[in-house]
Structure formats: C-alpha cells, structure tokens
C-alpha cells in the first residue's frame, strides 16, 4: 500500500480535521503542517507528530517527495498555495468554496491541469450517506422529473461570531447545498434570485444572518437554499465539556413527477435531553468512532487518497466546485441589487470585464 506524504496548509478547524484524519489513516502521512501564525502551526504539527513550516514555498522546499498537499485556508489564500503545489506535481485537495471569485477558481483549475494531478474539492456532502441515497435514488429515475427542492442549512449564532464577518453566509454554508442541487439534477441553473434577513450577526459584522436563494433551472425546475448561522445560542451551548458537539438544522427535500424525497438531520439520528433541554449531536460529518474521526469526512479523505495513488479524477473537481461557486455569486449579486433576479452569463461576463481590466476575478 502507498503512503501518500500530504502536507497540511492552513492549520483552523477544517485543517486540524484533515490533519488528524491523516494521521490515523493507514496509507497517509502529515508530512508537514503550515500555518500564517508560528504558534498555531508549531502546535498543530507537535499534535501531528510532524513539522511546522512558515509558507506552502519553505513546505514545498523541504519536502523532496511530498504527493499531496491539503489546503485549508480562507478562500482568498487558496490560489497561491494551490498553483505553488500543483507546479510541484502534487496532488490538491482545497476545502470549499473552492474560492471567493471565478478567476481564481479558473487559475486554480487550469494549473492542476497543466500538471495533470488530481484537484479534489472540499464539498464534504457527497460522502454522507444520507444525501448521498437521495443521488441513488436520483440515478435510479425514481424521482420521475424535478418540479422543486428545497434545502435547508442553519448554523448557530455561534458558528457566525466565530467567523466574524470574513466570509458570507451563502459562501459558508448556501454553497453545500448548491453543489447538491447541481449534483442531483443535470439541467443547468440559468438564474439566481436572493433575500437577506438581518439580526445580531448583522449588527456585529455587517454580514446578514439568514439568505434565502431561489435557483431558476433551465428545464423549469425551482431549487430553494435557506441559510443562516443565527440559530439562538441554546442550539449549541449545552455540548461545553461534553463529547457530545451540536451541528445545526439541515434539511433537504426533492419534489419530482414520481417521488417525494426528504431528508431531516436536525437530530441526526440521536437526542437526548436533560435538565437544560433537548440536546441532537453530530453523528454523521466527522464523529468520534471509538476514538478515531468517522462519518463523510473519513470517507472523503480516503477517496481523496484513492484518487492520489490512481492519479484518478475526484468525485467533486475542481469544474464542480467552480459550478457551485457560480451559482453563490450569483445569489450575492442579487443580495446588492435588491433581490432581482441575477443570470449566471452575468458572472461570466463580469468575469470576462475583470479579465480584460487586469484583475484576477469578482
């Protein structure tokens, strides 16, 4: 079996996630870890059993026969560190949305293509087994032909104090669900429309708490995304000090000619309740299985690997990601023109306008 040598670039919770996955898995090795800030990184790689590095360059420098690198950083950082190891041969597996503009997401597709290695990224989704029915069942014609779906993905208030304004709601969260709608169903989406909601996020980041988009398909078919990180605090606050950690209100439903399909994991599968309330912990993305990381991310990282020793193209390239990443765009557009509906051609053709103007996207 090969041991794929993986270098860790940006070392927050999704990095940190991927790192240890690394590690307990049989045919990997976090040959290094790299991180803006020295503490962080130094940190992250003692718990790896690993190295720290400053910059992907000094990562890519002092590892001769490094196959792959994790890139887990913000957005605007992907590029950079994507291009630097693509142009080492590496493999490249950059956490969702692939970017914060087309450009980059283009630069980054082209790179890893020019060097032929696999360019996987993040959307988690495809490897949870619940969604992951509704494509099966999708594939079998079960559902005839797609009138509407709808889905649904609320974090708590939280989660969007704990990012602080660095991202939008619709890149962070509206854009798994995106991927999914696309995954689901092959006509393409022509149009976005989106409204924003307002509370305490707003307030404290200027980034709106809840977004509703509607997605207009070719074909007819409606697609709906609510998102929010402002579910009230008692979401979330019961799992300090507990092994028990909250993950949020998700939902899915697919309405065809044929078949209903509808996915609930507001409780995912467990509850409890106790004196301060109900508590529903997280079991499916990345639980604790007897000690070890389980659920999509496990799955993800090994078809990840998989892809790196076959030299193999990911179930979700770097076109995919590119998709959803369009269709978000569209929706924040929309956000900034008072809700009107937003043709996707328009971000490819402000894409194009940057292009010509010197810029490297939206």
């Known amino acids: 079996m090969q041991t794929v040598r993986t270098g860790v670039v940006g070392a927050g919770f999704m990095g940190r996630l991927h790192g240890r996955l690394l590690a307990e898995l049989p045919n990997a090795e976090v040959a290094g870890v790299v991180d803006a800030r020295p503490e962080v990184a130094a940190q992250v790689a003692e718990e790896m059993g690993t190295q ?9 420098d002092g590892i001769s026969n490094l196959d792959a690198v994790i890139v887990a950083t913000p957005e605007p950082e992907h590029r950079p560190a994507v291009e630097a190891a693509a142009a080492r041969g590496c493999a490249v597996f950059v956490e969702k949305p692939i970017a914060s503009n087309v450009g980059d997401a283009d630069a980054m597709i082209e790179a890893c293509e020019r060097a032929a290695v696999p360019f996987m990224v993040g959307h988690i989704l495809r490897h ?16 005839g032909r797609l009138m509407t779906a709808y889905a649904r993905r609320n974090a708590t208030i939280q989660e969007g104090h704990r990012l602080g304004g660095r ?10 669900d995106a991927d999914l709608l696309l995954w689901y169903h092959n006509s393409p989406v022509e149009s976005v429309a989106a409204r924003a909601v307002r509370g305490r996020i707003a307030e404290s980041y200027g980034t709106p708490d809840f977004v509703w988009l509607w997605l207009h398909f070719a074909d007819g078919a409606l697609g709906i995304i609510e998102c929010g990180w402002a579910l009230p605090e008692g979401w979330g606050g019961w799992a300090d000090g507990t092994a028990w950690q909250p993950f949020g209100d998700c939902r899915m439903e697919l309405i065809g000619t044929d078949d209903v399909l509808s996915l609930d994991l507001r ?3 467990v509850a409890g309740v106790d004196r301060s309330g109900w508590r529903f912990p997280e079991t499916r993305h990345w639980p604790l299985v007897n000690g070890r990381i389980g659920g999509a991310a496990r799955l993800q990282m090994e078809h990840f690997l998989e892809c790196v020793t076959t030299n193999t193209r990911p179930l979700c390239d770097g076109q995919a990601g590119r998709a959803a990443l369009t269709v978000c765009l569209a929706a924040e557009a929309s956000l900034v023109n008072d809700g009107a509906e937003v043709p996707l ?12 103007e010197g810029g490297q996207g939206t």
């Open 345 to 356: 051609s328009a971000i490819e053709r402000r894409k194009e306008f940057e292009r010509s």
């Open 267 to 269: 409780t995912m599968n």
């Open 52 to 60: 720290a590095y400053p910059s992907v360059e000094s990562l890519l």
């Open 167 to 176: 991202t939008s709601v619709v890149q962070y969260l509206a854009v798994h």
């Open 128 to 143: 949870e087994s619940a969604y992951v029915a509704m494509r099966q069942a999708v594939e079998e014609t079960r559902l």
